[in-house]
């Protein structure tokens, strides 16, 4: 299956919420004020949000009276450039090599096993990868990651329960530093956003990594797709904490409320960085903007 295809199926409830409405709605005939306000509906009720579906469909409105669209085929393609361009404005920079990823977001979301499909992205590029098991709460996460790291075959640092998570983080850094990998991923607890003890440990880490580690840096949220607007919340309290640099979207194939995408964006200006496209260990891809708008319109 090739790279559009995947994103294509994991879009698929999201473009059912939002590309066959829009088809039905146009079918009725003339692009009037009541098309506009059904689309409005239609874009709102995906979850793209009210602010970020007001502008789509207010350019729409203007591209159409100015270049005289008529057919469905001339929308879709208008509605689909005004959707790519809105997210090209915030863009993941191209990676620049050593890099160390830190994972950060709230419980279950699925960060240690997009871990793991990032782990297995960076290694088909022939890049050198590591595991820091900063997840030093929970008994389990440990394992967890000791068995993506077997599966990748890539190198893990880790600690017991209970030790001080920035502590194994330095140590992470320093063994990546001294063996020259490519690529260092930072594994966090789980952690609801508005725990405050936890937020501050989390921006030591951050300062750890800041302070100690030469490379470039990308601080990464992952959020649950299936959330839909409940994920403006997190990205609002984690990019305040430690100023995230992008975002990644998981279990996007169980939701129709990949928009959020676009209310994110909209609002915080936050990139997508990556999106999970099913539950394989190669279910992870870059996240496109054009990609994005012609698997959902």
Known sequence: MGIFSKIAQAFK?????????????????????????ELEMVLISADIGVNASS?????????????????QEQVKDALKEIIANALSENQMPKTEFPILIMI?????????????KLANYYKKQKKEVMLVAGDTFRAAATDQLEEWAKRNNVKIVKNNQGS???????????????KGVDVIIVDTAGR??????????????????????NGSYQKLL????????????????????????????????????????????????????????????????????????????
């Not at 409830?13 to 306000?37: C, P, V, Y």
């Not at 001080?164 to 001294?178: E, L, M, R, T, Y």
């Open 222 to 297: 992952v959020l649950d797709a299936t959330t839909g607007q409940n994920a403006l919340s997190q990205v609002e309290y984690f990019d305040e904490a430690i100023d995230l640099d992008g975002l990644i979207l998981t279990k996007l194939d169980g939701t129709a409320k990949g928009g959020v995408v676009l209310a994110i964006c909209d609002e915080y200006k936050t990139p997508v960085a990556f999106v999970g496209t099913g539950e394989g260990l190669e279910d992870i891809e870059e996240f496109d903007a054009k990609t994005f708008a012609d698997a959902i319109i």
């Open 192 to 213: 609801l956003h508005n725990k405050t003890n936890l937020m501050e440990e989390l921006k030591k880490i951050s300062r750890i990594v800041s302070q100690n580690w």
């Open 104 to 116: 950060v977001g709230v419980n279950g979301v699925g960060k240690t096993t997009t871990i793991g």
């Open 164 to 178: 001080d998570p920035a502590s194994v983080v330095f140590d992470g850094i320093k063994s990546g530093s001294a």
């Open 55 to 71: 502008k789509i469909v207010e350019e729409l409105r203007q591209t159409s009276r100015k270049n005289k669209l008529r057919t």
């Open 13 to 37: 409830r999201t473009k059912d919420a939002i590309g066959n409405k829009i088809m039905n709605i146009m079918s009725k005939g003339e692009l009037d004020d009541e098309f506009f306000d």
